[in-house]
């Protein structure tokens, strides 16, 4: 049993980025073939698009917003057309926002639900006939769908959704050989962060970093690996599990 993904094709939603840049790069490093999405073109998806050239395989960016029922068709065609079938189906794409309760606006909790669950659920469904034998799916979460975090109900609700879909899923694709399970991160370090003023940042870390066994935020390339151990050989008799990837929080 092996690691390396040769020949495998993937598909990753939200590439572009942070967590999803990680964990497109370290499956194209491994061989596989690779269709990703974005929702907003930048010097982000120009720069993936140039690693991706460098790296080799059979791979595609295509923009998508995953929320979109439109999209996702034309995001699952796409790929029917380049790659033929999914080996790999990693559903990463997810917006946040940081919002009293109180205030939350139905809209803005729609938006978030449509991305980070919504989202996921027309992807699988679509991509449902390219899956193969023993495809493995795998939904990235998040630690605070137990925990729980102030300001972001409505994203902590879409997370703890994916659970419950990676959980049903599993047992119910189990029997054609489809793997379904989640990675949940905990604080990653991301560009997000880089949006935050110098005291904002100083704020954020002293706010978390106490409760991390390991005293350090995460890599986006620590969430590849856990996605690289799921895609592989070496998870065969793996599904339905959450892999909290959190540093011991």
Not at 135 to 161: F, M
Request: charged letters at 25%; one cysteine or more.
């Amino acid at each position: 049993m092996q690691l390396q993904l040769v020949g495998k094709n993937a598909v990753v939603t939200g590439g572009s980025r942070g967590i999803g840049r990680g964990i497109v790069l370290a499956l194209a490093r491994a061989g596989a073939n690779i269709i990703t999405c974005y929702r907003q073109e930048g010097e982000a998806v120009r720069t993936l698009e140039r690693e991706l050239k460098e790296t080799d395989g059979n791979h595609h960016l295509i923009q998508a917003d995953i929320s979109s029922r439109e999209d996702v068709e034309r995001l699952v065609e796409e790929t029917r057309t380049r790659l033929g079938s999914i080996d790999v189906l990693v559903n990463n794409a997810g917006v946040i926002s940081h919002v009293p309760f109180g205030e939350l606006p139905l809209e803005e909790w729609q938006r978030v639900l449509d991305t980070n669950l919504t989202g996921s659920f027309l992807l699988i469904q679509k991509a449902l006939g390219l899956l193969s034998e023993r495809a493995s799916v795998i939904n990235i979460g998040s630690r605070a769908a137990v925990a729980g975090i102030p300001l972001r109900s409505h994203y902590t609700a879409s997370k703890a959704g994916m659970i419950g879909l990676t959980r049903s899923l599993a047992k119910e694709l189990g029997k054609r050989g489809i793997r379904v399970n989640l990675v949940a991160p905990g604080v990653i370090d991301t560009d997000e962060e880089g949006k935050l003023s110098d005291a904002e940042r100083e704020q954020y870390r002293q706010r978390y970093q106490h409760m991390i066994a390991l005293a350090r935020f995460g890599r986006p390339v620590e969430i590849a690996g856990a996605v690289l151990f799921l895609a592989s050989e070496l998870s065969t008799y793996v599904t339905g599990e959450t892999i909290h990837v959190d540093g011991g929080v």
